[in-house]
């Protein structure tokens, strides 16, 4: 396995340069995690980062199938796409659109944010808005195409696939971290909702975007 792989590392440090490049620009990804540490706290936060480094997968899978090539020779197909996630992000924009003041929040705000969203919900919020996500379609569709060559065999493609979701996975997890300290977590106690609908606004205004250049 060591020598197959060895004969693709160019090709490795390529997507992985790219991806990082691409995982850390804003997206609908990082307002759902941004959102779910604000309303939910770290727990659900880090449920859909797993969620979100997971849902790496399914673009990974119609790759290695084949699909990638239909979704690309085919408009129909990616804007049908474009669509439904476009209809996702709605649903979920407009949920956080609709935050107000926590005044439930008084002795333990972490231990009751878990009564709000189950650990279950917080990780397919993460899987569906990755699975769905019109920018990951396009990341895969583009670099697989370009960077990765038509005889490199499926077990090394599928190496390149998990090692995206567990960089993914992790990413998100730190950010979800980060955004959950007790400093920033304090901070966006009080004024949490505030951000809340920002993230409702950009989660629409993405939406939008998708269902007009679909």
């Known amino acids: 396995m060591s020598d197959l792989f060895s004969q693709y590392w160019l090709e490795f440090l390529t997507i992985a340069s ?46 290695l199938l084949g699909i990638g090539l239909l979704i690309k020779n085919t408009p129909g197909v990616f804007t049908l796409l474009s669509y439904a996630a476009a209809a996702y992000l709605l649903y979920i924009g407009w949920g956080a659109l609709k935050s107000g003041p926590q005044t439930n929040l008084k002795h333990d705000p972490q231990q009751t944010n878990q009564l709000i969203i189950s650990d279950k919900k917080a990780f397919w919020v993460g899987l569906l808005t990755n699975g769905l996500n019109p920018k990951a379609t396009l990341f895969f569709l583009s670099v697989f195409a370009v960077a990765v060559s038509p005889d490199t065999p499926n077990q090394v ?44 606004t950009v989660l629409i205004l993405l939406a939008v975007k998708l269902a007009m250049t679909a």
């Open 18 to 63: 790219v991806h990082l490049l691409a995982v850390a620009s804003p997206g609908p990804d990082f307002a759902v995690v941004l959102k779910h540490s604000i309303s939910y706290g770290r727990r659900a936060a880090m449920y859909t980062s797993v969620g979100i480094g997971l849902g790496i997968l399914v673009h990974v899978a119609y790759s």
């Open 157 to 200: 493609k599928m190496i390149y696939g998990l090692y995206l979701c567990v960089a993914t996975g992790l990413w998100f997890c730190c950010l979800s971290y980060f955004l959950s300290s007790k400093k920033v977590r304090s901070f966006l106690s009080a004024k949490g909702y505030w951000f809340d609908r920002v993230m409702g």
